[in-house]
């Protein structure tokens, strides 16, 4: 039997982050965190269920998931028990040699936080449609602050993909000293047939691409 599927605008989460990253290549700053349907739902009951001072663990872990070897400095909740609504997080964090230098460049990923790319087909063909969960849309603004003595050298370009069960799509811009960097991704179906299993691959491929994409400055 073959049940409704809730619109991917019905589980919505929206990362928005403020950084800076110093000439030592540290990462710091902070995130405010948007969720609605059931990515909120989720958090909700793991957060309900502890005292305030484990709480800190779970946000701690949250942030290890979207950035390896970053350490949460502070973390707040809103809106915990309005059931019907949205739930917001902020959190602060810092992560070392989050730059890298290369010579006289520099070089970071101005998409600092989490992945969407997935590994789930690059072993054996698989003979069975991928489901998941539910359909999702998830969107990162990044503004990421660099040392004034540096130059834009190179910044990735933009993306755009979008396919019949999934869209994904990144763009990168130059301010004074800083990069705005945004992203939106979209699961619009939960199950993958198994002849589009092969543009599932690639479309996680891109996305993977896109994530690994530096911005590369320069002293002048």
């Known amino acids: 039997m073959k049940l409704p599927l809730l619109p991917s605008s019905a589980n919505r989460v929206v990362r928005v982050a403020k950084l800076s ?27 309900l269920n502890l005292p305030n001072k484990r709480r ?19 973390a707040g909740v809103s809106d ?41 087909l690059e072993g054996k063909p698989r003979k069975e ?23 834009i050298d190179e910044i990735p370009q933009s993306v755009k993909y979008d396919y019949p069960f999934a ?16 992203r939106n991704y979209e699961l619009k179906d939960v199950r993958v047939s198994v002849e589009r299993l092969e543009d599932l691959k690639k479309f996680f491929r891109e996305i993977a691409d896109d994530e690994r994409a530096y911005t590369i400055l320069k002293l002048p």
């Open 129 to 151: 449609p991928v489901v998941f969960s539910y359909a999702t849309s998830e969107s990162d603004v990044i503004d990421i602050s660099f040392p004034p003595e540096y130059t």
């Open 21 to 47: 990253l110093d000439k030592l290549g540290n990462l710091r700053g902070s995130v405010e965190e948007f969720r609605t349907g059931p990515s909120a739902t989720a958090l909700r009951e793991r957060l």
């Open 167 to 182: 869209a994904y799509e990144s763009a990168t811009r130059v301010a004074e000293h800083s990069l705005h960097y945004t």
């Open 80 to 120: 915990l028990r309005e059931f019907s609504g949205s739930l917001s997080l902020r959190y602060d964090f810092t992560a070392g040699a989050y730059g890298q230098h290369a010579g006289e460049l520099f070089l970071f990923r101005p998409c600092a936080l989490g992945r969407k790319s997935r590994d789930v």
């Open 56 to 74: 800190q663990n779970i946000f701690q872990n949250m942030l290890a998931d979207l950035l390896h070897g970053a350490v949460l400095t502070g």
